[in-house]
């Protein structure tokens, strides 16, 4: 297992066009779902996502965690070496790839995490009055539920010979009871959930 390469699907979430959006990257051997909110659709907020990415968990984690993205041609995506590159010294540390034209299909495997966020924000939703502290309760509930690709474990607990606890808290993603986990509307309205 630990020569398998770890994969990871890059896409983005809108809410309503214009506004705030979600970037998320799903580790796709695992089904772990992370969600980063941002400002706009732009290559400049999703390389502040990484730059966080990179300062919160380290370079040496970074480079274990994230070694191969695949995502689509949009234009946030346009600067990919500020995904796979060093931010000093310019070694190459993951690898960016891109779908066909048209063909979303090939990273079919976020687009069907996203009608989790769905459950919790249907189609038209604003994102706009989001902050990421609600991400981390939507993702921490989205990676607590079973799913029968896991055998019935959860992707919080499935990652963990991987990733270690302190990591995942570190990039937002915590432990939700099986009682607690909600996927529902009135979801951030229980925020003492997490």
């Not at 995490?113 to 038209?124: A, Q, T």
């Amino acid at each position: 297992k630990d020569k398998e390469c770890s994969i990871i699907q890059m896409d983005t979430c809108e809410g309503v066009k214009g506004g705030k959006v979600l970037l998320t990257l799903l580790l796709v051997q695992y089904n772990l779902m992370l969600i980063f909110l941002m400002d706009s659709k732009t290559v400049s907020c999703v390389n502040q996502v990484f730059d966080w990415i990179k300062n919160t968990i380290g370079i040496v984690n970074f480079k274990t965690i994230f070694q191969v993205f695949l995502t689509d041609n949009g234009s946030e995506f346009f600067d990919p070496l500020s995904i796979e590159l060093h931010p000093v010294t310019k070694e190459q540390i993951s690898h960016v790839f891109y779908c066909d034209p048209s063909a979303s299909y090939q990273k079919g495997a976020i687009e069907k995490n996203h009608d989790y966020i769905r459950y919790v924000f249907p189609k038209g939703s604003s994102f706009d009055s989001l902050t990421q502290d609600d991400c981390i309760l939507l993702m921490s509930h989205i990676n607590s539920v079973p799913r029968e690709s896991l055998r019935n474990n959860t992707p919080y607990l499935e990652v963990q010979h991987f990733i270690s606890e302190e990591i995942l808290n570190k990039l937002g993603v915590f432990l939700i009871q099986p009682d607690d986990v909600s996927l529902s509307p009135d979801l951030l309205s229980k925020k003492d959930h997490l």
